[in-house]
């Protein structure tokens, strides 16, 4: 069973900095790519930042760029969001997702966490 636990979200004032962990415990055969989305109410799901297990290769969103950093710690099976410059619009549930293998024989699977609140006043 493979579980994703985040992390770090709170409330903070326009400006101000969070950082977001994702924890993906359980059996685990291989890595693939770690992804941070976001919904923010009445709106649907969004695509915010993703990260390539091996390689490190880095996407994120338009609106987010230069402001927000994903990155991984491979030894602690954890991906990170560092969350800087937060503005009211970022408000919202962020989730983490992992696609990931569980054996040599399984297909790859996107895992979801439960997400985390962030919310920026003002």
């Known amino acids: 069973q493979v579980r994703l636990v985040e992390s770090g979200g709170g409330s903070v004032q326009a400006g101000g900095s969070l950082r977001l962990s994702c924890v993906v415990s359980g059996r685990i055969f291989a890595f693939y790519t770690m992804s941070w989305y976001r919904q923010a109410p009445a709106k649907e799901r969004e695509f915010v930042a993703s990260l390539s297990w091996s390689g490190g290769t880095t996407s994120y969103r338009d609106s987010v760029k230069g402001r927000f950093t994903v990155s991984r710690d491979t030894a602690k099976n954890t991906v990170y969001l560092q969350m800087n410059s937060l503005k009211p619009e970022d408000t919202a549930i962020y989730y983490c997702?992992?696609?990931?293998?569980?054996?040599?024989?399984?297909?790859?699977?996107?895992?979801w966490g439960q997400g985390t609140q962030v919310t920026v006043s003002s």
């Open positions: 997702a992992a696609d990931l293998r569980t054996s040599i024989r399984s297909a790859r699977v996107d895992y």
